[in-house]
């Protein structure tokens, strides 16, 4: 058993979180990741209020355990649910690629647990400030929109500028790299890439397959160009945008370029227009699972290197 404070704060039975993934990161998924022990993130990625407050509802019916909800800062619509978590009363909150300052006081008046994704130690400091209850501290080894630093030395930088629990994310996907990120402070890892690979996982199979099959090498950031890289699957859509991102394309003609490439991956498998977001760590990804045998063999396997990682020193 590994009991920690973000167990403890959260409620959970192990220091699980599932990584709020837009498209992907439903009702269904939530719940069967939470039901296992861990903490289901539903994801309001671009979506509208009244999406995420029907998968908020999908999810108090599928598990009467503590579910969260990832906000997508860059979203239109985070407005909209920053207020729609309140009123759903949900217990947990996450967010990604961007800075929730302005939303803090109502989730924490609220009674809401906070659990911002720093990819800095100013944001970390600020966050700690502001009443944040967790920090995830996510490496850009992640898919998705992602950071400059990596896990290996985002963590310890954050766990160091906090007195809070800090969650390691980024490139976690098994028992030994879950341990490491005990080692190097924290407390708790969230993972995304493994639940790709989940049976409860709701995307297209030819992503589920691509995830499977995917090697050291498979990923690949695009749109720094932009100012938002994102590791995606090294697929013909990642080529051709990376291509157009060095060409002579004006800004407008490559936004346009991925406009709806995460729904035509997620919904329909499409390898020539969809944006297949993936972490390095789908290399290590090699079977379809149940989310509680992934939570599970993970978290045992990790308590059994913490328990051997003494045999170097004498
Ligand atoms: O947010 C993520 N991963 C994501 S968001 C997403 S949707 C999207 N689609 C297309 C383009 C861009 C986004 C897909 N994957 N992970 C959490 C994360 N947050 N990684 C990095 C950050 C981050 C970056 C800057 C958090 C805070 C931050 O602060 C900026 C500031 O203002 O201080």
């Not at 990584?19 to 009702?27: F, K, L, P, Q, V």
């Amino acid at each position: 058993m590994i009991n920690t404070p973000i167990t403890r704060l959260l409620g959970i039975e192990y220091p699980v979180i599932q990584g709020g993934m837009a498209w992907i990161a439903n009702a269904h998924l939530a719940s069967s990741v939470s039901n296992a022990g861990g903490l289901g993130i539903i994801a309001a990625g671009n979506a509208d209020g009244e999406y995420v407050r029907g998968e908020i509802r999908k999810a108090k019916e599928l598990t009467d355990k503590p579910f969260g909800v990832n906000i997508m800062l860059m979203s239109p619509h985070a407005d909209e649910i920053a207020s729609i978590v309140v009123e759903e009363k949900v217990p947990v909150v996450t967010t990604g690629a961007g800075n929730p300052s302005k939303y803090m006081k109502a989730w924490k008046e609220a009674g809401i647990k906070v659990l911002p994704v720093v990819a800095s130690v100013a944001l970390a400091k600020m966050m700690t400030r502001l009443g944040a209850d967790a920090l995830i501290a996510e490496g850009g080894e992640s898919g998705g929109h992602v950071g400059e630093l990596t896990t290996m030395v985002l963590v310890p930088l954050i766990a160091d500028s906090t007195d809070l629990p800090v969650i390691a994310a980024g490139g976690i996907a098994d028992g030994r790299a879950m341990a490491a990120s005990f080692l190097l402070g924290a407390v708790g890892v969230q993972m995304g890439t493994v639940f790709l690979a989940a049976e409860e996982c709701d995307i297209h199979p030819v992503y589920k397959e691509k995830i499977l099959k995917a090697g050291d090498l498979a990923t690949m950031v695009t749109g720094k160009r932009l100012g938002h890289p994102v590791r995606s699957l090294r697929t013909e859509f990642a080529r051709t945008y990376m291509k157009a991102e060095y060409s002579d394309i004006d800004d407008e003609s490559l936004e346009k370029l991925g406009v709806g490439a995460l729904r035509m991956a997620v919904k329909e498998g499409n390898l020539e227009k969809g944006c297949f977001l993936s972490g390095q760590v789908a290399a290590r990804v090699n079977a379809i699972r149940k989310s509680e045998d992934i939570v599970k063999s993970i978290v045992k396997d990790a308590e059994e290197v913490l328990r051997g990682a003494g045999k170097w020193v004498s």
